[in-house]
């Protein structure tokens, strides 16, 4: 197989696999292959490609900005003379590609708001782990984040209305670090900018797809046990791009505060 085409099928296809409506497009001419990221989420989000070895060809190295619905032409390049045969060659020795919805906001752009309880009336749940949770929550992107202790097949709801910009559903598994990026998730923009995420969702668990606007208190999704996780449970964080940020629900305004306790809805 030829070398770069090799390369990129596995990066692209990575990040293909993880949402359709977010992936590259190939264009071959008789010199090169182009290859473009295309966006078709309402969302805006930042393109991060990182160089991890020196190589031949053109790559948009950095943070890149791409609007909602629209894309980054020539992303990636490669001069059809480095086509070359070499089965050994790794993907992840040489680049890194990610991408994280959304721009820092500034603060006093962060609208005030009550949040809905990520389920369902009568229903309670024991918090597990809340904010600056010493096992997980102590990076800047959960440092709020809330685990609610949710069986497998309980119904999750929108805690705020807004439109659904990630819907992953098709991961099976569970287990320790190496599954972090493995959990299914449903991820809902707000009119301020800001991101709600609904982590370690079941297989084939999201009752809602990516650029439907959902109303707070919606179903959006059932509860399961998928990433990296030791049991089953519901991570809700709000983000402003890739910041964690405080949030205060209607019926009790300092539920995440303390573990260990009852939530009601």
């Given amino acids: 197989m030829k070398r770069f085409v090799f390369i990129f099928l596995i990066i692209l296809s990575t990040i293909e696999s993880y949402s359709q409506d977010i992936k590259f497009s190939k264009i071959k001419s008789d010199t090169a292959t182009t290859f473009n990221f295309v966006n078709k989420t309402?969302?805006?989000?930042?393109?991060?490609?990182?160089?991890?070895?020196?190589?031949?060809?053109?790559?948009?190295?950095?943070?890149?900005?791409?609007?909602p619905q629209d894309s980054l032409v020539?992303?990636?390049?490669?001069?059809?003379?480095?086509?070359?045969?070499?089965?050994t060659f790794k993907t992840s020795n040489y680049i890194d590609i990610s991408y994280t919805f959304g721009k820092k906001l500034n603060e006093d752009s962060i609208k005030d708001h009550l949040y809905e309880l990520p389920f369902q009336k009568k229903k309670r749940y024991k918090i597990i782990q809340g904010f600056n949770g010493k096992f997980t929550h102590s990076s800047a992107q959960s440092r709020y984040a809330i685990d609610f202790k949710m069986p497998i097949g309980d119904t999750v709801v929108a805690a705020r209305r807004g439109y659904v910009v990630q819907a992953v559903s098709h991961f099976k598994k569970h287990g320790g670090k190496r599954f972090i990026s493995k959990a299914n998730q449903i991820i809902i923009m707000h009119d301020d900018g800001t991101f709600a995420y609904y982590v370690h969702l079941d297989k084939d668990g999201t009752l809602v797809k990516v650029n439907d606007y959902v109303e707070a208190s919606q179903p959006i999704g059932i509860s399961g046990f998928t990433g990296y996780t030791?049991?089953?449970h519901l991570h809700f964080v709000v983000r402003n791009y890739d910041m964690a940020i405080p949030i205060q629900f209607k019926n009790k305004k300092d539920i995440g505060k303390k573990s260990g306790v009852l939530v009601k809805n």
Avoid: H, M, Q, W
């Avoid at 309402?42 to 609007?67: H, S, V």
């Fill in 42 to 67: 309402y969302a805006p989000l930042i393109l991060k490609i990182k160089k991890i070895k020196d190589f031949k060809f053109f790559i948009k190295e950095g943070e890149t900005f791409c609007n």
């Fill in 74 to 87: 020539n992303v990636i390049n490669i001069p059809k003379r480095l086509f070359e045969n070499d089965s």
């Fill in 230 to 232: 030791t049991k089953p």
